[in-house]
């Protein structure tokens, strides 16, 4: 029996819990946390990677005991009645265990009958679920074969099978494109609000937190504010500007120019402009907008986002954390107009299914070329045969002056690849990481010692020299994935979906160290379902069902995408309407629910 409205579902009080790895001083990953959900409400967790969102939700969800301190769930003590409470909700973990060689209805089946779901029940709640998750027509396909989105649908589907009172969710859009994201969102938001469910997720996207009924906002195990999403956006009032880069700059540089100012809490590019939130000592000075890097410009007042005070309420307990830039050892030589990457008619097949369909682009030397696309639209597969990792079935592909059809070891020589999946060892440490892949490439002695040393000292890693990979926090698993693809000093380097999961201070320091390679001639292609992200880049490519849909400049792809409702779409609305329209048209629509 779901609680009446408004009622406290979830209470702790000055709940705690540590880790203890080996010799090394406990981890406390919740440190005396204070905090209410209230029932058949949605209410968001949010904080950068280790703040401490998944341990909560591993107690409330009855898998873990807290050290000190109190949870009741559903007026049930955690620590006492764990399965009790394990009876009554379902939880949702970031990695949920689908059977891939299972079918979509085999999938759910199962998880019916370890919950004990009757066939009377079953009757009555799969219709509902088929038809919400829109994953009828898919009953008989194997999990395995789904997109990422249609599979994080699937889980969803697999965690309702028994009605619960309430629904945990960690992350459950994380690594899923913006057309699935919004479907699972109106699926969450369907359960909320016809169906009365109480919901509590984790998000790293902060737009998803904003359109929660209550947010709590946690860094290092601690509550730095939890209520209605307006109460934290309220952090940043009269502090955020729109402004105009100076000529001949353009937004990313300048705005990665503009977080070395004292005064400047946050900049983002947004739409050709940057976003601009200053701290409270700025705010206060005669001309807050006059500085070493802010010049006189033109800046214009804005309503603060909830990222906005999010990123204000970080930076007072997180000031120390702003990432440096990245220097090269040997920054490169570039020549204006110079094609780094060439594609053309690049197909690649498997058996009958054509995964990539006569795709063409360029990307010139020192460029930051973005490829955007669904879940299962061919990003990956165009990456790994850019990089030599699988052959292409046609077309011409020339990487760095190598035709990678003929010479993929030549060309592999010259770049540099970030899988979208975790690509390190995770048992060694990330020395033995630095020094294997070192070593891969062909690195000896004295040189060996030197890029490894250079590593560790440009992406910070010194605090954890001696920590096994697997158990790095988020970002600085990626930031040691960048750091090994460096090592060899590539031209060019590929990043796979590098910020899928990344808490904001993560994606920020991420987008930094990519400016400053690419201001030393680097050429970076990445792809990214942030599509905010894309705002970083001189071009991008939208990509659906193995074709490109668009291409350009990020403005002209938002102009194109204008309509008289939605003058100044932002990308994510662009990249949306761009996808959809094509779909409308068939073109594309055969990859909804294809395998990824």
Same mark, same amino acid.
């Given at each position: 029996?779901? $609680?009446?409205?408004?009622?406290? @579902?979830?209470?702790?009080?000055?709940?705690?819990?540590?880790?203890?790895?080996?010799?090394?001083?406990? #981890?406390? &990953?919740?440190?005396?946390?204070?905090?209410?959900?209230?029932?058949?409400?949605?209410?968001?967790?949010?904080?950068? *990677?280790?703040?401490? %969102?998944?341990?909560?939700?591993?107690?409330?969800?009855?898998?873990?005991?807290?050290?000190?301190?109190?949870?009741?769930?559903?007026?049930?003590? &955690?620590?006492?009645?764990?399965?009790?409470? !394990?009876?009554?909700?379902?939880?949702?973990?970031?990695?949920?265990?689908?059977?891939?060689?299972?079918?979509?209805?085999?999938?759910?089946?199962?998880?019916?009958?370890?919950?004990?779901?009757?066939?009377?029940?079953?009757?009555?709640?799969?219709?509902?679920?088929?038809?919400?998750?829109?994953?009828?027509?898919?009953?008989?396909?194997?999990?395995?074969?789904?997109?990422?989105?249609?599979?994080?649908?699937?889980?969803?589907?697999?965690?309702?099978?028994?009605?619960?009172?309430?629904?945990?969710? *960690?992350?459950?859009?994380?690594? #899923?494109?913006?057309?699935?994201?919004?479907?699972?969102?109106?699926?969450?938001?369907?359960?909320?609000?016809?169906?009365?469910?109480?919901?509590?997720?984790?998000?790293?996207?902060?737009?998803?937190?904003?359109?929660?009924?209550?947010?709590?906002?946690?860094?290092?195990?601690?509550?730095?504010?939890?209520?209605?999403?307006?109460? @934290?956006?309220?952090?940043?009032?009269?502090?955020?500007?729109?402004?105009?880069?100076?000529?001949?700059?353009?937004?990313?540089?300048?705005?990665?120019?503009?977080?070395?100012?004292?005064?400047? #809490?946050?900049?983002?590019?947004?739409?050709?402009?940057?976003?601009?939130?200053?701290?409270?000592?700025?705010?206060?000075?005669?001309?807050?907008?006059?500085?070493?890097?802010?010049?006189?410009?033109?800046?214009?007042?804005?309503?603060?986002?909830?990222?906005?005070?999010?990123?204000?309420?970080?930076?007072?307990?997180?000031?120390?954390?702003?990432?440096? %830039? @990245?220097?090269?050892?040997?920054?490169?030589?570039?020549?204006?107009?110079?094609?780094?990457?060439?594609?053309? *008619?690049?197909?690649?097949?498997?058996?009958?299914?054509?995964?990539?369909?006569?795709?063409?682009?360029?990307?010139?030397?020192?460029?930051?070329?973005?490829?955007?696309?669904?879940?299962?639209?061919?990003?990956?597969?165009?990456?790994?045969?850019?990089?030599?990792?699988?052959?292409?079935?046609?077309?011409?592909?020339?990487?760095?002056? $190598?035709?990678?059809?003929?010479?993929?070891?030549?060309?592999?020589?010259?770049?540099?690849?970030?899988? !979208?999946?975790?690509?390190?060892?995770?048992?060694?440490?990330?020395?033995?990481?630095?020094?294997?892949?070192?070593?891969?490439?062909?690195?000896?002695?004295?040189?060996?010692?030197?890029?490894?040393?250079?590593?560790?000292?440009?992406?910070?890693?010194?605090?954890? =020299?001696?920590?096994?990979?697997?158990?790095?926090?988020?970002?600085?698993?990626?930031?040691? &994935?960048?750091? =090994?693809?460096?090592?060899?000093?590539?031209?060019?380097?590929?990043?796979?979906?590098?910020?899928?999961?990344?808490?904001?201070?993560?994606?920020?320091?991420?987008?930094?160290?990519?400016?400053?390679?690419?201001? !030393?001639?680097?050429?970076?292609? #990445?792809?990214?379902?942030?599509?905010?992200?894309?705002?970083?880049?001189?071009?991008?490519?939208?990509?659906? =069902?193995?074709?490109?849909?668009?291409?350009? &400049?990020?403005?002209?792809?938002?102009?194109?995408? =204008?309509?008289?409702?939605?003058?100044?779409?932002?990308?994510?609305?662009?990249?949306?309407?761009?996808?959809?329209?094509?779909?409308?048209?068939?073109?594309?629509?055969? !990859?909804?629910?294809?395998?990824?």
């Amino acid at each position: 029996m779901n $609680a009446p409205a408004g009622e406290p @579902i979830l209470l702790t009080h000055e709940l705690c819990r540590q880790f203890v790895r080996g010799d090394e001083p406990p #981890v406390k &990953a919740l440190d005396g946390i204070s905090i209410q959900v209230r029932s058949r409400a949605l209410t968001a967790l949010v904080g950068p *990677d280790g703040a401490g %969102k998944t341990t909560l939700l591993r107690i409330a969800a009855g898998l873990l005991l807290p050290d000190s301190g109190q949870m009741h769930v559903l007026g049930l003590d &955690a620590a006492k009645e764990p399965q009790r409470i !394990q009876d009554r909700i379902s939880y949702m973990p970031q990695r949920f265990g689908l059977y891939e060689d299972l079918t979509v209805s085999e999938n759910v089946d199962l998880y019916a009958d370890l919950h004990g779901v009757t066939p009377a029940q079953r009757a009555q709640r799969y219709p509902r679920l088929m038809e919400m998750t829109a994953l009828e027509p898919f009953r008989d396909r194997l999990a395995g074969r789904l997109s990422g989105g249609m599979k994080q649908k699937l889980g969803l589907a697999c965690t309702l099978v028994r009605s619960p009172e309430l629904l945990l969710l *960690d992350e459950p859009t994380v690594g #899923v494109d913006p057309l699935s994201r919004k479907e699972l969102w109106a699926i969450v938001r369907t359960l909320v609000d016809e169906q009365g469910l109480t919901v509590l997720l984790s998000t790293s996207y902060l737009d998803e937190a904003e359109h929660c009924g209550q947010v709590i906002v946690l860094h290092h195990g601690r509550v730095l504010a939890q209520g209605e999403p307006a109460g @934290i956006s309220a952090a940043a009032a009269d502090r955020v500007y729109l402004a105009s880069p100076p000529t001949n700059r353009s937004a990313r540089a300048w705005q990665a120019q503009l977080l070395d100012e004292p005064g400047v #809490v946050d900049a983002v590019p947004d739409g050709g402009r940057v976003r601009i939130v200053l701290s409270e000592k700025a705010e206060l000075a005669h001309d807050p907008l006059q500085g070493p890097a802010l010049g006189s410009v033109s800046a214009t007042p804005a309503a603060p986002r909830f990222e906005d005070g999010f990123m204000v309420l970080l930076r007072r307990q997180a000031e120390h954390e702003r990432a440096a %830039k @990245i220097a090269l050892q040997h920054p490169l030589e570039t020549h204006a107009g110079e094609t780094a990457v060439h594609v053309r *008619d690049l197909v690649r097949r498997f058996g009958a299914f054509t995964a990539v369909n006569h795709v063409n682009f360029e990307v010139k030397r020192g460029g930051l070329f973005g490829l955007l696309g669904p879940n299962g639209a061919g990003k990956t597969t165009t990456f790994r045969m850019l990089c030599g990792l699988l052959p292409a079935s046609g077309g011409e592909l020339r990487v760095a002056g $190598a035709d990678v059809r003929q010479s993929r070891a030549e060309a592999r020589a010259r770049l540099g690849y970030v899988a !979208q999946k975790f690509s390190l060892y995770g048992p060694l440490s990330v020395v033995e990481n630095l020094e294997f892949f070192a070593s891969a490439y062909g690195l000896r002695g004295a040189q060996k010692r030197e890029r490894v040393q250079w590593a560790m000292s440009q992406f910070e890693l010194e605090a954890h =020299a001696r920590e096994p990979s697997i158990q790095l926090p988020g970002g600085y698993k990626q930031r040691l &994935a960048m750091a =090994a693809a460096l090592l060899h000093e590539p031209e060019i380097l590929f990043l796979d979906e590098p910020t899928s999961g990344a808490d904001p201070l993560a994606r920020r320091a991420f987008w930094r160290r990519i400016t400053a390679l690419a201001e !030393q001639g680097v050429t970076v292609i #990445v792809t990214t379902h942030f599509m905010q992200e894309a705002e970083y880049c001189d071009r991008i490519a939208i990509m659906d =069902a193995g074709q490109i849909l668009a291409q350009g &400049a990020p403005g002209d792809i938002r102009r194109a995408a =204008a309509t008289t409702d939605q003058p100044e779409p932002t990308m994510e609305d662009a990249f949306i309407r761009v996808v959809e329209q094509a779909r409308a048209r068939g073109t594309g629509a055969q !990859q909804a629910g294809a395998a990824a």
